[in-house]
């Protein structure tokens, strides 16, 4: 099993900054990698995958970067609606989800 | 609209079994792979089985292998879940979630979710 490690466990940011969230594998997934967004008692909503995909939807403010085992998702100018939880996922193999890093109002 | 949704949830006792369904529209069922994934009380999402567009591959995490069966049938745009054995620690939410065209393993539409709660 591929253990997908999220850091930080919470960051909290001021509306209009940068937030930068990491998820390490414990072995190479390639660029099969997913980042998810999850507002409580709502269902995740997908944002990235193969690694710096944005899916449908998604705005530009939000990327996501890296390949092999290291991985990061940025959102440039967080707004109201980008505070939540959010969730890698790795693919390369039978699906492993990090434990997700919680993005707070500072 | 694109649109999964889930019922079938409930108290399920130790040892007995559930069988949850999910309802797909707005797009072509038979064309896409499909899962469940699942999220216990407070805790991360977890991948649970997925199935073929034909229904001929299916795969499972081990926690649930011989337990649970993922099934579908297209010609009514459905997606299940039977859950035998059922465990204390399969309390959780269960989510249907599309896998995406071009990533498959990769979840781009999900539904509302459905509680499953295993309790004597």
């Known amino acids: 099993e591929i253990v997908m490690t999220q850091s930080p466990a919470t960051l909290s940011v001021s509306p209009g900054e940068r937030a930068t969230l990491s998820c390490r594998a414990s072995?190479?997934?390639?660029?099969?990698l997913a980042w998810y967004q999850q507002k409580p008692g709502q269902a995740p909503r997908l944002l990235i995958y193969?690694?710096?995909t944005r899916a449908t939807g998604i705005p530009a403010r939000v990327s996501g970067s890296g390949s092999g085992t290291e991985f990061t998702l940025t959102i440039s100018s967080l707004q109201s609606e980008d505070f939540a939880v959010y969730y890698c996922?790795?693919?390369?193999?039978?699906?492993?989800f990090g434990q997700g890093t919680k993005v707070e109002i500072k | 609209e694109v649109q999964l949704v889930e019922s079938g949830g409930g108290l399920g006792q130790p040892g007995g079994s559930l069988r949850l369904s999910c309802a797909a529209s707005?797009?072509?069922?038979?064309?896409?792979?499909m899962s469940w994934v699942r999220q216990a009380p407070g805790k991360g999402l977890e991948w649970v089985a997925n199935?073929?567009?034909?229904?001929?591959?299916?795969y499972y995490v081990d926690s649930v292998k011989g337990r649970f069966t993922i099934s579908r049938d297209n010609a009514k745009n459905s997606l299940y879940l039977q859950m035998n054995s059922l465990r204390a620690e399969d309390t959780a939410v269960y989510y249907c979630?599309?896998?995406?065209?071009?990533?498959?393993?990769?979840?781009?539409?999900w539904g509302q979710g459905t509680m499953v709660t295993v309790s004597s």
């Open positions: 979630a599309r896998d995406h065209q071009m990533a498959t393993f990769a979840f781009d539409i």
């Open positions: 707005g797009f072509t069922f038979r064309s896409y792979w």
């Open positions: 199935i073929k567009q034909d229904g001929s591959e299916k």
């Open positions: 072995q190479s997934v390639s660029s099969n």
């Open positions: 193969d690694a710096s």
């Open positions: 996922q790795q693919y390369n193999n039978w699906p492993t």
